[in-house]
Structure formats: C-alpha cells, structure tokens
C-alpha cells in the first residue's frame, strides 16, 4: 500500500490541483455567505456591460480531465462536488464547483472546474439536444432540468441551495453532492482513462423545489468518452444515457446531496 501511495501522490503535481488552504477557504466562502446572496455568484457583466448573464456549465478543462483519466489505475473511493465561492465580482462567475476525489490509496485530490457562460464554447464537446439521434428520457431530463435553470427566476434561486430539516425545522445549506453506488463503480470501470471532455450543467428539479425539504438544485453530469460506450444502466442512485454506435455524450444525474441526505 505504501508503494502504491508513493506513486499516486506524483498526481498532485498536475497543474489545477487546489492546496488544502485554498479548497477550505473556498468552501468556506460558500458556508458562510448569506442566503439572499448566492444568486449573485452564479451571474456576470455581459461584454457591452449592460446586463447579466447566468451560468450554463461548469467543465473540467485539460487539466482536470487529465487528472480524472490519471487516476484511473488507484480507483475513486469518495467522489464529491463542492459548492464553492471565489470571493465576488460583478464581471466573473464566483460561483466554483470543486472536484474533491479519495483514492482507495487515501491520497486526497481536489480542482475546481471551470465556469462558461452559454455563449462560450467548450472545445471537442458534442452537444446533445432532444432531437440529435433519438435520445432516451436521460436526455430528456437533462434537457428539461437545464432549461429550468435558464429560465429560473433571479429572486427565487437562492431557495433551490437549502432544505428545511423535517425534524428541526432549520434551514440546511448544500455543501456538497456525492457520487456512489451503481454510478461510482461505472466511473471507476469504464470512465476513467476514457474521458474527452467533463461537464457539469447546472439544473432545477422542479418536483423537488414544490418540496421544502428537498435540495432542487440538480446538477447533470456530462462526460463524452475517448472511446464509445455501448451500455445502458439504471439504478435507484442514477439515471445514465449512452449513446450507441457513435460516440456522445453520457449523462449521470441523481447525485445525493448534502445535507439533507449526508453519507454515514
């Protein structure tokens, strides 16, 4: 185990990855901002300055894809997305997910992903719609819950971060969404050392938002493989879509948040 702990650790020396100071101080940020605040930071200044613009996804970039394809010999043993914050500004997305991975080896790994507004390109990513090749209702959802997050109203997109505690009655702030069960094991066996591009398209569920003590905000995962992926699997922790015969994009939705719903 020593061995296999000294050689992954060489991981840490890719560019992107985020010191321990830096991710706590991120999340920190997101921890203690106040409520009424969060919709700021998923907005910018458009280029002529004249209105704002909101969020369309977040993605991995080189350097992240490169580091999920590098961990593929160790294995994810805890695969986490954590909300974050990078201070604020009228002309940015402060708004920064952050990848924290543990390895079986126990090594750590966090990096956060990139922002894009919807008019800013992600290079060698296929988009996907309702309509390109018959998609299956895993397409459809993303489709449905993407486009719920376009149309949000401003003033009510701070609701879709917290939960009301069904035994306490206080309100409980997302912290983080973690992938397990039947989706991890996919990813540790078929994705990583296969991945092109990663994404992660912010959604509303909104079934969930009619219900106080749920977390509505559902973040899509998108991952368009090196290499086709011809399988389909669901199960009641995730709902994927892949696509068959030519390469696409794989969506994995039904991440667990939390709080409310937090890993023993």
Same mark, same amino acid.
């Given at each position: 185990?020593?061995?296999?702990?000294?050689?992954?650790?060489?991981?840490?020396?890719?560019?992107?990855?985020?010191?321990?100071?830096?991710?706590?101080?991120?999340?920190?940020?997101?921890?203690?901002?106040?409520?009424?605040?969060?919709?700021?930071?998923?907005?910018?200044? @458009?280029?002529?300055?004249?209105? !704002?613009?909101? #969020? *369309?996804?977040? +993605?991995? &970039?080189?350097?992240? /894809? %490169?580091?999920?394809?590098?961990?593929?010999?160790?294995?994810?043993?805890?695969?986490?997305?954590?909300?974050?914050?990078?201070?604020?500004?009228?002309?940015?997305?402060?708004?920064?997910?952050?990848?924290?991975?543990?390895?079986?080896?126990?090594?750590?790994?966090?990096?956060?992903?990139?922002?894009?507004?919807?008019?800013?390109?992600?290079?060698?990513?296929?988009?996907?719609?309702?309509?390109?090749?018959?998609?299956?209702?895993?397409?459809?959802?993303?489709?449905?819950?993407?486009?719920?997050?376009?149309?949000?109203?401003? @003033?009510?997109?701070?609701?879709? !971060?917290?939960? #009301? *505690?069904?035994? +306490?009655? &206080?309100?409980?702030? /997302? %912290?983080?969404?973690?992938?397990?069960?039947?989706?991890?094991?996919?990813?540790?066996?078929?994705?990583?050392?296969?991945?092109?591009?990663?994404?992660?398209?912010?959604?509303?569920?909104?079934?969930?938002?009619?219900?106080?003590?749920?977390?509505?905000?559902?973040?899509?995962?998108?991952?368009?493989?090196?290499?086709?992926?011809?399988?389909?699997?669901?199960?009641?922790?995730?709902?994927?879509?892949?696509?068959?015969?030519?390469?696409?994009?794989?969506?994995?939705?039904?991440?667990?948040?939390?709080?409310?719903?937090?890993?023993?």
């Amino acid at each position: 185990m020593e061995n296999v702990l000294t050689q992954s650790k060489e991981i840490l020396e890719y560019e992107g990855i985020l010191s321990k100071e830096f991710f706590e101080s991120y999340i920190n940020n997101w921890a203690t901002e106040e409520v009424l605040l969060l919709a700021r930071h998923f907005h910018k200044l @458009n280029d002529t300055k004249t209105q !704002f613009e909101r #969020v *369309d996804r977040f +993605t991995a &970039g080189p350097s992240g /894809v %490169d580091i999920l394809n590098a961990v593929k010999p160790y294995g994810i043993e805890i695969f986490r997305i954590y909300m974050s914050l990078d201070g604020e500004s009228k002309d940015d997305f402060t708004f920064i997910p952050i990848i924290y991975l543990k390895l079986k080896d126990g090594l750590e790994i966090t990096f956060p992903l990139i922002p894009k507004g919807r008019d800013e390109l992600v290079p060698g990513t296929t988009e996907q719609t309702v309509n390109s090749g018959g998609q299956r209702v895993p397409g459809i959802f993303k489709e449905m819950i993407t486009q719920n997050w376009d149309v949000f109203d401003v @003033n009510l997109i701070d609701d879709l !971060f917290v939960a #009301v *505690d069904s035994d +306490t009655r &206080g309100r409980l702030r /997302v %912290d983080f969404y973690e992938i397990n069960g039947d989706l991890l094991t996919f990813i540790n066996d078929r994705m990583l050392g296969n991945i092109e591009n990663f994404t992660l398209y912010p959604g509303v569920d909104m079934n969930k938002f009619q219900n106080k003590n749920l977390i509505s905000f559902t973040p899509t995962i998108g991952i368009v493989p090196k290499e086709t992926v011809i399988t389909e699997i669901m199960s009641r922790h995730s709902v994927m879509e892949f696509p068959k015969g030519e390469r696409g994009e794989i969506f994995m939705e039904y991440l667990t948040p939390c709080p409310p719903t937090c890993p023993k």
